[in-house]
């Protein structure tokens, strides 16, 4: 390299418990509550940018994790976030924006879980308490938010490739700068980090990848990669870098505190390190050293950033580190809520103010994926690293070997499950909405091409909230409907999600189910499961005269039907307030289906007089679902060119809605009950 000039609820309490880190072979602090009040970090208060990191001494820098520890800790008690790999990088962070020139030298962030760090030591201190609301910081790396913010993330796997691409025009207008790619070991099981490892070594590149190796993604890192970098571990030795950049294998430094890696019974040889697969690639191995361990860390980096060519330095961490509940929850604490707000007397809230306890969609996935499994031998369950977030963990613990997690592999997740549906068992590949996106060559050719029997479960449909544009669900009716074979039904509440996956999986076909993150409207789920017709829509509801002169139908695709229906009884009252000459009946439509639509109900709709339609989803206008009525109603339907009803397509606009609250997003694109009313007023003016 070319040198440069150098979840679950937290526990609610009013100060922190500070002890020593007692069992770890770190300097520094292991806290056991997360703050209330701000905490005192006079030397995090003084950095305003990283380049003053360079008057620190080593004995500063490890104060300056623990300040910079607890700010997280009390930051993310007042906003929620993500959390645990937030605590785990604070040592890297630091160590990486003291050897390096940033933002001339660029880092590159995977995913971005782990960049809160990065944003307080880049002038964003004081902001971090506004992450994830609206107007506040990104969830995530953002270009537009700072110049220290190389590359938008928000997905997996991307960072060697982006860091790669940065070398190499770097290289060519001949701008000596360093890049460094940092990439998690769930990260690296996604099959872009290897495409780009490979071009690296063809390419002959400066890169320096970190691999900061927690044995976690959001779930366990599971699979042989995994097993590689454990047995790297356990051998008790590491490749050291000289201070000449040439590898010294040598004894590892005995680290306690990390024995929950010794899983794997047979130790392979010593050689294992100097044979490993990232020199089997091509690049230069070193590690694994302790990401926990400032002055290693620094020696260690400042060494690699110098050696030519592509470089891997592995570093294993904590993730939670530094907060005794996440290091012993890693997975439940991902991300946290913000801490609840305290009551001025421990006299509990009256009944009538306590919320009702309503249902996750994941949850209503996860109650169909036992109840099927228990009566259908033939159904098995994919999912590429969320098995919690899915809401399969059940379903994993009765049913171990029908229960696939291939890792962040989204496009072998779904060749995977076409390859088990040739074999006569029918597979459903449960996945978020963005994510599948990932997979959409691998969707049309490998299994609706062929149409085969495979369910898609897709969850974090719509707009997701403060996890923003990176993660919105927002582009699969359009992306799905287009597709020959495909089947895509888009559920009202919990009680039809049910019914629709049952009657998803009883088709035979390429089928999809689509429903949102969260909880839904409290709908009682009745079992036994059902099977509605395919493409049949279902009238929720008429109100008005069938004599009235306006006659409207709202057309509404799954989450937005309660407030189609909202919206129908606010249009009703205001013409009944208003004593209106012109009254209007209103027809709210449960579409149910996107592909294939109930064109029969549209023919019948028309032959009732309908003079206004509107299709209102939660979801891109153009190429949606709005778009698939509008396109049989010129292309199909007689009656609709004879009578010519006026038109309007309600949904999200032709832009990438910013990070807020989910209610703050729908208000954004006018898809809460008072917009869509005023685009439905608008129609019938």
């Given at each position: 390299?070319?040198?440069?000039?150098?979840?679950?609820?937290?526990?609610?309490?009013?100060?922190?418990?500070?002890?020593?880190?007692?069992?770890?072979?770190?300097?520094?602090?292991?806290?056991?509550?997360?703050?209330?009040?701000?905490?005192?970090?006079?030397?995090?208060?003084?950095?305003?940018?990283?380049?003053?990191?360079?008057?620190?001494?080593?004995?500063?820098?490890?104060?300056?994790?623990?300040?910079?520890?607890?700010?997280?800790?009390?930051?993310?008690?007042?906003?929620?976030?993500?959390?645990?790999?937030?605590?785990?990088?604070?040592?890297?962070?630091?160590?990486?924006?003291?050897?390096?020139?940033?933002?001339?030298?660029?880092?590159?962030?995977?995913?971005?879980?782990q960049a809160y760090a990065h944003k307080v030591l880049t002038g964003r201190r004081e902001q971090l308490g506004t992450i994830r609301s609206k107007s506040g910081l990104t969830a995530f790396p953002e270009r537009a938010e700072s110049a220290y913010d190389t590359f938008g993330v928000g997905h997996s796997s991307t960072s060697i490739s982006a860091g790669l691409g940065m070398s190499l025009a770097l290289r060519y207008q001949g701008r000596e700068q360093t890049v460094a790619c940092i990439i998690g070991d769930g990260a690296m099981t996604g099959g872009m980090a290897f495409e780009a490892m490979n071009d690296a070594v063809q390419q002959d590149a400066d890169l320096l990848v970190i691999l900061n190796d927690n044995d976690m993604s959001i779930s366990c890192s599971i699979g042989g990669f995994s097993q590689h970098l454990a047995m790297l571990w356990e051998s008790g030795y590491q490749v050291d870098i000289s201070d000449s950049g040439e590898p010294v294998l040598c004894q590892r430094p005995d680290m306690q505190g990390f024995d929950r890696r010794k899983r794997h019974k047979e130790m392979r040889d010593v050689p294992?390190?100097?044979?490993?697969?990232?020199?089997?690639?091509?690049?230069?191995?070193?590690?694994?050293?302790?990401?926990?361990?400032?002055?290693?860390?620094?020696?260690?980096?400042?060494?690699?950033?110098?050696?030519?060519?592509?470089?891997?330095?592995?570093?294993?961490?904590?993730?939670?580190?530094?907060?005794?509940?996440?290091?012993?929850?890693?997975?439940?604490?991902?991300?946290?809520?913000?801490?609840?707000?305290?009551?001025?007397?421990?006299?509990?809230?009256?009944?009538?103010?306590?919320?009702?306890?309503?249902?996750?969609?994941?949850?209503?996935?996860?109650?169909?994926?036992?109840?099927?499994?228990?009566?259908?031998?033939?159904?098995?369950?994919?999912?590429?690293?969320?098995?919690?977030?899915?809401?399969?963990?059940?379903?994993?613990?009765?049913?171990?070997?029908?229960?696939?997690?291939?890792?962040?592999?989204e496009q072998h997740a779904v060749t995977l499950a076409a390859g088990m549906a040739t074999q006569g068992v029918k597979p459903i590949v449960a996945i978020y909405s963005t994510f599948l996106q990932r997979g959409y060559d691998q969707l049309i050719h490998d299994v609706a091409l062929q149409n085969i029997d495979v369910l898609f479960a897709i969850d974090r449909a719509g707009l997701v909230g403060e996890d923003g544009a990176t993660h919105a669900g927002v582009f699969d009716f359009a992306f799905l409907r287009c597709v020959p074979n495909m089947v895509v039904a888009a559920?009202?509440?919990?009680?039809?999600?049910?019914?629709?996956?049952?009657?998803?999986?009883?088709?035979?076909?390429?089928?999809?189910?689509?429903?949102?993150?969260?909880?839904?409207?409290?709908?009682?789920?009745?079992?036994?499961?059902?099977?509605?017709?395919?493409?049949?829509?279902?009238?929720?509801?008429?109100?008005?005269?069938?004599?009235?002169?306006?006659?409207?139908?709202?057309?509404?695709?799954?989450?937005?039907?309660?407030?189609?229906?909202?919206?129908?009884?606010?249009?009703?009252?205001?013409?009944?307030?208003?004593?209106?000459?012109?009254?209007?009946?209103?027809?709210?439509?449960?579409?149910?289906?996107?592909?294939?639509?109930?064109?029969?109900?549209?023919?019948?709709?028309?032959?009732q007089g309908i003079t206004h339609i509107a299709t209102i989803e939660e979801h891109v206008i153009m190429g949606g679902a709005g778009s698939a009525v509008n396109e049989y109603l010129l292309n199909n339907s007689a009656a609709f060119k004879h009578s010519r009803p006026a038109i309007c397509n309600i949904g999200i606009p032709d832009r990438f809605i910013a990070h807020g609250s989910q209610a703050e997003q729908l208000a954004d694109c006018g898809l809460n009950v008072e917009g869509v009313v005023a685009q439905i007023q608008q129609l019938l003016s």
């Open positions: 390299m070319q040198q440069s000039p150098h979840s679950p609820q937290s526990q609610s309490v009013s100060a922190p418990a500070i002890k020593p880190a007692a069992q770890l072979s770190t300097l520094q602090q292991t806290y056991a509550v997360i703050p209330r009040v701000r905490p005192d970090t006079p030397l995090l208060d003084s950095i305003d940018e990283p380049s003053e990191l360079n008057t620190f001494t080593t004995a500063q820098l490890i104060t300056l994790v623990d300040e910079l520890r607890l700010f997280l800790l009390y930051s993310a008690g007042q906003s929620g976030g993500h959390f645990g790999a937030n605590l785990g990088v604070v040592e890297l962070t630091i160590a990486l924006h003291y050897l390096l020139d940033t933002p001339q030298d660029q880092i590159v962030w995977d995913v971005g879980h294992q390190l100097e044979d490993n697969l990232f020199k089997a690639i091509g690049f230069a191995y070193f590690g694994p050293f302790d990401g926990h361990n400032i002055p290693e860390l620094l020696r260690v980096l400042s060494l690699a950033k110098q050696v030519s060519g592509p470089v891997l330095v592995h570093i294993y961490t904590t993730k939670g580190k530094g907060f005794a509940p996440a290091e012993s929850d890693p997975v439940g604490y991902h991300s946290i809520s913000k801490l609840p707000v305290e009551l001025a007397s421990k006299a509990q809230a009256p009944a009538s103010e306590k919320p009702q306890p309503t249902v996750k969609y994941s949850q209503v996935f996860g109650q169909f994926l036992c109840d099927k499994a228990a009566e259908d031998n033939k159904l098995l369950a994919i999912t590429p690293a969320m098995e919690e977030g899915s809401g399969m963990t059940e379903f994993a613990r009765q049913f171990p070997e029908r229960f696939f997690d291939v890792a962040i592999a559920p009202k509440d919990e009680n039809e999600c049910y019914h629709l996956l049952n009657t998803c999986y009883e088709y035979q076909g390429c089928t999809a189910v689509r429903y949102p993150r969260g909880a839904g409207t409290g709908a009682a789920i009745e079992k036994p499961a059902q099977s509605y017709r395919i493409g049949e829509a279902a009238v929720e509801s008429v109100l008005g005269s069938d004599a009235a002169p306006i006659k409207l139908a709202l057309l509404a695709f799954g989450t937005m039907v309660a407030t189609a229906q909202q919206a129908a009884e606010v249009i009703a009252l205001n013409q009944a307030e208003h004593e209106s000459e012109d009254s209007c009946q209103v027809q709210v439509v449960n579409m149910r289906w996107v592909k294939p639509l109930d064109t029969e109900l549209l023919e019948s709709l028309l032959a």
